[in-house]
């Protein structure tokens, strides 16, 4: 089945402890990208990739890393997570070149 | 500022009525335009989406309407059933610029009622 893959889907911490959230896709797509969902904001995109080592800040990049190593693969990394980055995560794929991405069911993160 | 923006954040509806869920825009350099139907739990999944050289889009029960001389789209949906009750989202993306970056509106949660 073709899919998009988040681990963990609920995660609470505290602040400055570092987290990454993995998230996968088998549907050979080059491009993926990272976005949080706030109340009355949408989906705002964090960080994208075009492929393997090739990515990119979207619109709000601050306090998160990325990175594209393989394929399949793009993980999100909060180095030191703040109060303010207590939001729900989707990770999405498609194929380069075309608008229709592919959402994975979504992480929500709580940093107390 | 939001370049695409969704007013509305909630709409109910009578099942077999109509839902007209609107977006507008600022950015003239959209030229495709999608619209995304999220339920509780579940990611986004695409729905619809209609390109700036077309005025109009269908598929099925829903209807996409494009006018560019407002920035403004609509997304019909006829009839609706109480399964279309979820979030939708409105995107926007510019061509060749970077592929795939989407701008995406707030949300409007439509309720079917049955």
């Known amino acids: 089945e073709a899919q998009v893959t988040q681990n963990p889907r609920y995660l609470i911490t505290v602040t400055g402890k570092k987290l990454t959230v993995t998230c996968s896709q088998n549907m050979n797509h080059e491009y993926m990208s990272w976005y949080r969902q706030d109340p009355g904001l949408g989906l705002r995109q964090i960080y994208y990739s075009m492929n393997v080592e090739v990515t990119d800040k979207g619109d709000v990049p601050e306090g998160y890393k990325v990175s594209r190593k393989e394929k399949r693969n793009f993980p999100l990394i909060l180095e030191s997570p703040s109060p303010n980055q207590t939001s729900l995560y989707f990770c999405?794929?498609?194929?380069?070149?075309?608008?229709?991405?592919?959402f994975g069911p979504g992480t929500r993160l709580t940093v107390l | 500022d939001q370049q695409v923006k969704q007013n509305s954040p909630s709409l109910s509806v009578q099942e077999g009525r109509i839902s007209i869920l609107n977006c507008d825009y600022t950015?003239?350099?959209?030229?495709?335009f999608l619209w995304y139907k999220k339920y509780p739990a579940e990611g986004p999944t695409f729905l619809i989406s209609i390109s700036s050289i077309k005025d109009k889009n269908e598929d099925g029960r829903f209807t996409v309407f494009l006018n560019k001389s407002a920035k403004h789209l609509s997304l019909h949906i006829v009839p609706s059933q109480p399964g279309d009750s979820a979030v939708y989202f409105c995107?926007?993306?510019?061509?060749?610029?970077?592929?795939?970056?989407?701008?995406f509106g707030g949300g409007t949660r439509l309720m079917v009622k049955p």
């Open positions: 950015n003239s350099m959209f030229d495709y």
């Open positions: 995107a926007a993306s510019v061509s060749n610029n970077a592929g795939n970056m989407l701008t």
């Open positions: 999405a794929s498609g194929v380069w070149g075309t608008d229709t991405q592919y």
